[in-house]
Antibody, heavy 119, light 110 residues
Framework: QVQLQESGPGLVKPSQTLSLTCTVS??????????WSWIRQHPGKGLEWIGY???????HYNPSLKSRVTISVDTSKNQFSLKLSSVTAADTAVYFC???????????WGQGTLVTVSS | QSALTQPASVSGSPGQSITISCTGT?????????VSWYQQHPGKAPKLMIY???NRPSGVSNRFSGSKSGNTASLTVSGLQAEDEADYYC??????????FGGGTKLTVL
């Protein structure tokens, strides 16, 4: 069974960089065939796609966040990471990592982690 | 990119059927069959219910079905049950290699 688990600080100060890691078990990121995504959900709001990466390093980002987002992979640890720079209170959200089979949709999700931006 | 358009809420009585629409453009919903639907209960991660417009993952009840016509995709839930009460989101791949979600629909079982 594929499992994903987000980890990282739950509190980030304004203007700093939010950093989260997603650890994958039950599947190999370097095995190919899937895209690995970050998705967030503001409190009481809908889902917002942040971006995805392929194991080769190819990435695509939401145009509204592109200037501040970096998604990277560590295949040796079977992890992928999110960095969001220059955060403000508007970046306070639950952040999910998910496996994207493209045709098969986001078939496995992490439980989500709440990140609050506050001084 | 703009979010796909979903009704904010729908409701139905147990045993009835409801349909949730998801309207996009020819650059997303209308241009690809990469349309998926997700169910989210409060405090939980979303769960994949439909992929590739109309396919159900293993373990998902056949009371859930999906379809698409032009730029609008639809999720139908038949034989409504109390456990179906949740938020539902559609998503689509786009022509610019990104993904877009709908704004979400709250399903209330009366």
């Amino acid at each position: 069974q594929v499992q994903l688990q987000e980890s990282g600080p739950g509190l980030v100060k304004p203007s700093q960089t939010l950093s989260l890691t997603c650890t994958v078990s039950g599947d190999s990121i370097s095995g190919g065939g899937y895209y690995w995504s970050w998705i967030r959900q503001h409190p009481g709001k809908g889902l917002e796609w942040i971006g995805y990466m392929y194991y080769s390093g190819n990435t695509h980002y939401n145009p509204s966040l592109k200037s501040r987002v970096t998604i990277s992979v560590d295949t040796s640890k079977n992890q992928f990471s999110l960095k969001l720079s220059s955060v403000t209170a508007a970046d306070t959200a639950v952040y999910f990592c998910a496996r994207d089979g493209r045709v098969t949709g986001f078939d496995f999700w992490g439980q989500g982690t709440l990140v609050t931006v506050s001084s | 990119q703009s979010a796909l358009t979903q009704p904010a809420s729908v409701s139905g009585s147990p045993g009835q059927s409801i349909t949730i629409s998801c309207t996009g453009t020819s650059s997303d919903v209308g241009g690809y069959n990469y349309v998926s639907w997700y169910q989210q209960h409060p405090g939980k991660a979303p769960k994949l219910m439909i992929y590739d417009v109309s396919n159900r993952p293993s373990g998902v009840s056949n009371r859930f079905s999906g379809s698409k016509s032009g730029n609008t995709a639809s999720l139908t839930v038949s034989g409504l049950q109390a456990e179906d009460e949740a938020d539902y989101y559609c998503s689509s791949y786009t022509s610019t290699y990104t993904v877009v979600f709908g704004g979400g629909t709250k399903l209330t079982v009366l």
